[in-house]
């Protein structure tokens, strides 16, 4: 018993490792039922408090007494003490009563290529806008007209705005892309001031497209430095850079694999990016123009592109259709008049895709070989004159809206090509326009002078 007294008389495991032990071992309490039990401590008893309830007191208060043993447990209390009235100490000194900075600001400090403004959570919407977003009906979304008040008008951009696009997963989020080298992510029905949640400035030039990644909360953007760039918007980090050697013009996803995207060029390259091994897994060689458009077909068999045939003689090759897997040109001579196209949709369920023509009119084409026009039906009424002007269907298909050159949206009946309405967005050309994938009615656009609006 001596000896085992003897070996627990040290103050800890550590501290007396390669020094003399101590000539006369201290009294302590009986660590065995063989021991007899001491009615009064030589030493004070260690002040204990449960963990959580309140800080325990720093141990330079009750040292404890020379030759006791201090067990790990105690010294981890003690440690742990120490530390919390550390902290206590720091915090009290920068003002009980300030704020703690939000996590998602520190991180723009360190991150130089995000500026976070407003906040990208949707506790700050409306209810009855919050709960329409998450549970679509048609009766939730007619008593919106009296809580939305449109148009929403988003202000941030310096120069044109190139593309706009609502996310599928966040649906209170729009993402732009501006010729001011920046991307921006709109809280759209914030009641904060600031409807700008983000701003990544990771492009060294200006932005020509912006896409959300269907899984995750991520946003795939390329432009005139000549790289596309996976950014993560919550933190703003940079997850992946694909460089090419050409202006990258457009991308979009696979529709199957959400680890694809297609990507073209100034070149007239087409690529399909791996984002998992950041290399090139497809490359679609054709000796085009530049490409204005790209878009996948529904069961993603097939993708079409479109591309500038200026300096050519031939117009055959504007349109094309590609088999994806064969890496093939199924047709070239999908559209054979002496315009550019510089924007592609598909019908969200009917086999046919629309076709934005520079000679202010929009075309349609049926999307089973041999992928003919239809030549007794086109949308014009709006004007392109030039300018990179886009269009995009409804949710069920039954309306076309288009942006036009001047600064108007116009609204066309999908089964009779009749203009149905046309309202006033911009005194500059409007460049894009984007339905909101669950709310009906809901659509935003942008515009040459940088601005960004959203309308019912």
Known sequence: ?????????????????????????????????????????????????????????????????????????????????????????????????????????????????????????????????????????????????????????????TKAVNALQWSRNHMHLLASASMDQTVCVWNVWSRENKKVARIFTHHNAAVKDVRWSPEGLSLLSCGYDCCSRLVDVENGIQRQLFKEDQVVGVVKFHPDNHNLFLSGGSKGSLRLWDIRTGNVAQEYVKPLGPIFDVEFSTDARHLISSSDVSKSNASENSIIVWDVSRQIPLSNQVYVEAYTCPCIRYHPSDACFVAQSNGNYIAIFSARPPFKLDRYKRYEKHAVSGFPIKCNFSLDGNELASGSADGCIYFYNYTSAELVRKLRAFEEPCTDVAYHPVLPGVIAACGWNGEVSVFQ
């Open 1 to 157: 018993m001596d000896l085992l007294c003897g070996a627990y008389g040290v103050p800890s495991d550590e501290e007396n490792e390669g020094q003399a032990p101590l000539p006369a071992p201290v009294a302590k309490k009986a660590r065995s039922e063989g021991c007899p039990r001491r009615t009064e401590p030589p030493f004070p008893a260690v002040l204990r408090r449960p963990i959580g309830h309140g800080l325990a007191p720093a141990p330079t208060k009750l040292p404890p007494a020379e030759g006791r043993y201090i067990s790990k447990r105690e010294r981890a209390i003690l440690a742990a003490a120490a530390a919390s009235a550390s902290a206590s100490a720091s915090f009290s000194s920068s003002g009980q009563g300030a704020a703690r900075p939000s996590p998602l600001l520190s991180t723009s400090v360190m991150n130089p290529g995000l500026t976070a403004v407003g906040s990208i959570s949707d506790l700050d919407i409306p209810h009855d806008v919050l709960s329409a977003l998450r549970h679509p009906a048609k009766d939730r979304v007619k008593h919106l007209k009296g809580s939305i008040k449109h148009p929403v008008v988003l202000s941030s951009h």
